[in-house]
């Protein structure tokens, strides 16, 4: 079965410094997420992607975030200048469509990166 | 706004016996998917059901049922037979066809514990 791929899956960083996080999503879904997951708590969405451009993104999704598809098969996701609180699980998903009648499309997630920050 | 909540942090089910998560919604699109996800203690995101605001029957999926009751915006995922493998934590989800937009929104979980 078909699944997204995340690397690495444990980054560690120093404060100020920039990281890129990247995703394989699922070869015929045409939608990409990113969310993160705080130790144990909820997860939150960050930022929507489809047809190479942002579609959505939250108020976490500040200046310092950014994504790209870079070419056709990767998604990934740039912190500029890490802090203490970006500290968390980042999750890659994708789906099938987005259409107005497919809202029934689930999410398929990577297994995450787990991004500390020092 | 779109709100899911998840009012149970943590239950306890004996293995082999029937356990209810519950999951309350809101929101104000008409149509609307609802999802439940499973996270084990490994990390992964895995999906287990859905629920399609105007579908008429409860989803079911192997040992999972959805008791979907649209009035009281309640989308509750029940699981049979619990084996210790269901030991993890268990998301419900929503996105809707408007106010959602392309977000999948989720509550703050529930940790579920299966005692042998």
């Known amino acids: 079965e078909p699944e997204v791929t995340q690397t690495p899956s444990h980054q560690v960083t120093q404060m100020g410094q920039e990281v890129i996080l990247r995703c394989v999503p699922i070869s015929n879904h045409l939608y990409f997420y990113w969310y993160r997951q705080i130790l144990g708590q909820k997860v939150e969405f960050l930022v929507s992607?489809?047809?190479?451009?942002?579609?959505?993104k939250s108020e976490i999704f500040d200046d310092q975030f950014s994504v790209e598809r870079p070419d056709g098969s990767n998604f990934t996701l740039k912190i500029r200048s890490t802090k203490l609180e970006d500290s968390a699980m980042y999750f890659c998903?994708?789906?099938?469509?987005?259409?107005?009648?497919?809202?029934?499309?689930?999410?398929?997630f990577g297994n995450g990166t787990r991004l500390t920050v020092t | 706004a779109q709100k899911i909540t998840q009012t149970q942090p943590g239950m306890f089910v004996q293995e082999k016996e029937a356990v209810t998560l519950d999951c309350t919604y809101d929101?104000?699109?008409?149509?609307?998917?609802l999802f439940w996800y499973k996270q084990p203690s490994s990390g992964e995101m895995i999906f287990l059901i859905y629920?399609?605001?105007?579908?008429?029957q409860n989803a079911t999926e192997g040992r999972y049922s959805l008791n979907f009751q649209k009035a009281r915006k309640s989308a509750n995922l029940v699981i049979s037979a619990s084996q210790l493998g269901d030991s993890a934590m268990y998301f419900c989800?929503?996105?809707?066809?408007?106010?959602?937009?392309?977000?999948?929104?989720f509550g703050a979980g529930t940790r579920l514990f299966v005692k042998a």
């Open positions: 629920q399609g605001s105007y579908d008429q």
């Open positions: 998903a994708s789906s099938v469509g987005q259409a107005a009648n497919s809202y029934n499309s689930p999410l398929h």
């Open positions: 929101t104000s699109d008409p149509s609307y998917g």
């Open positions: 992607f489809y047809n190479n451009e942002i579609s959505e």
């Open positions: 989800a929503m996105r809707g066809v408007n106010t959602g937009g392309f977000k999948t929104i």
